[in-house]
């Protein structure tokens, strides 16, 4: 979500949670395409079956009664449910501005005139390469071509055409070929989104974090660009949060504003939090979604700040930053509930400066694609599962 | 820095198209709704935006609501929350 729109979001002054307004929902992990920056978890091959059509119709109508507003059409690829019209009927009915984020791979003239009728507000076409060859990825003539096409789509059904790129040190230096595309397709949105490393860019984090150098040039680059460019497009850069000395406001407070449903109807307060141990996540199969936001263990073991250790527990920051990211804290320092070593602040700050350097002098191991097969291999590699402290 | 205003009296102000105003039951407020994004909006601005619908004019909106909220001195509070309205993307205005 953008700043404008979470910083208008209503607070949660009352003592009951605020209302979410964002659901974002994950209809699927099947994708054709094999990012190795996914956010998505190494295991999404061992997660129950997807949710049917009527589960996820219901789970609408509550989200919806709950307050959401926004709904998050994504996966994997959410192109491959083929209720996804359907779905998205119900939602327009429903009062939802509704957004598609897609790698426009299987969208067709016919589908998304289709999405159209049915009320889809808002396509977010973003840029992955869909060969193994990521350095292949501006030079593909076939990627392309079919960006080109899904572009042309886009434009024909009247919808604004929003780009999203995913930007590494694999690509990071074209940036200013990436936004020179991106004004040949007639993008009015672009979103050069840094790479947030969970799940697949986690474990390919060694391999995909750029240099403080080249995030300084490729800011330049986006600056010049936006001055030649004018009002015609929106450029969004977001610097890595790897660079910076404190924490982003991660989903603007935990469960404050964002409500995630998993393929298999796990409901989750951000995107990777499936990963953190010990909280039992709940099931929209067994749980309303209104029992779910304002009564399970997992939406309120992090709300307020009655959990913050030092130093966030009396910092004057933590109304702004709530202690940044649970998941970041747990995957650099084991512990959820520590603050964001991103933080300078942070007892653990040295674990991300580290990571830079250990970037810098670069890897010998090989970078591992999101399939199915990596994610079976990764599997059968885990030790124990990971519980409690 | 002094310039002319983005809409003049004549022009007819119309919602960008990736905009939706909407009313919320469940926050009891008019919120103006775009790609990932909502801006929840004051009790005022409510009534500007209701009645941008592409077709009246910004004099004719303002006339509408004096009209409405008689004795308010709403004149330039209106052409103000349009200039803002118009330098954040919401509206665009067609002569």
């Known amino acids: ?389 | 820095m002094p310039s002319e205003p983005a809409l003049q009296l004549d022009d007819t102000p119309q919602l960008c198209k990736q905009f939706r105003l909407q009313y919320e039951q469940a926050r009891s407020a008019w919120v103006l709704l775009y790609p990932e994004g909502m801006v929840k909006l004051s009790a005022s601005a409510s009534e500007i935006m209701k009645r941008i619908d592409g077709k009246t004019t910004l004099g004719a909106i303002i006339r509408d609501l004096e009209a409405a909220f008689p004795g308010a001195a709403l004149r330039q509070d209106v052409l103000d929350f349009i200039e803002t309205a118009h330098a954040r993307g919401w509206i665009s205005g067609a002569p």
């Open chain 1, 1 to 389: 979500m953008h700043a404008a729109g979470s910083a208008a979001l209503p607070s949660a002054e009352r003592s009951r949670p605020a209302r979410p307004g964002w659901l974002l929902a994950e209809l699927t992990y099947r994708c054709p395409l094999h990012c190795v920056f996914c956010y998505n978890p190494l295991d999404y091959t061992a997660q129950g079956p997807e949710l049917s059509t009527s589960e996820w119709l219901r789970v609408l109508r509550e989200g919806r009664a709950l307050g959401a507003v926004q709904l998050g059409l994504s996966g994997g690829e959410p192109l491959l449910r083929e209720d996804l019209e359907a779905l998205v009927d119900e939602a327009r009915g429903l009062g939802y501005y509704s957004n598609l984020i897609t790698s426009g791979v299987g969208l067709t003239e016919q589908r998304i005139g289709a999405f159209k009728q049915a009320g889809l507000d808002h396509i977010q076409l973003s840029f992955q390469d869909s060969t193994r060859e990521l350095n292949d990825f501006l030079s593909s003539t076939r990627t392309f071509e079919l960006k080109s096409k899904i572009a042309k789509l886009i434009k024909e059904h009247d919808y604004p055409m929003v780009l999203n790129v995913v930007i590494h040190r694999l690509n990071i230096d074209h940036v200013g070929q990436i936004l020179e595309m991106a004004e040949a397709l007639g993008a009015e949105y672009v979103e050069l989104a840094n790479t947030q490393y969970y799940g697949w860019a986690h474990l390919n984090r060694d391999r995909l974090l750029p240099t403080r150098e080249q995030v300084v040039r490729a800011e330049e680059t986006t600056n010049r660009f936006r001055e030649k460019v004018g009002r015609k497009m929106r450029i969004f850069f977001v610097v890595p949060d790897y660079f910076e000395v404190r924490p982003k406001a991660c989903m603007n407070g935990w469960g404050s504003v964002f409500l995630t449903v998993t393929p298999d109807g796990t409901a989750l307060p951000c995107h990777a939090a499936r990963m953190l141990p010990g909280l039992a996540f709940p099931n929209v199969r067994e749980a309303s979604l209104e029992a779910i936001w304002y009564d399970s263990e997992g939406f309120n073991r992090y709300r307020g700040d009655a959990w913050m250790k030092e130093p966030c527990r009396s910092c004057p920051e933590k109304v702004k930053d709530f202690g940044g990211c649970r998941c970041q804290a747990y995957l650099l320092t084991g512990d959820p509930a520590n603050a964001d070593p991103v933080c300078d602040l942070s007892p653990h700050h040295d674990r991300v400066t580290q990571a830079l350097l250990a970037a810098q002098v670069g890897t010998a191991r090989p970078i591992v694609f999101r399939d199915d097969r990596n994610s079976r291999a990764l599997l059968a590699q885990r030790p124990t599962p990971v519980t409690a402290k």
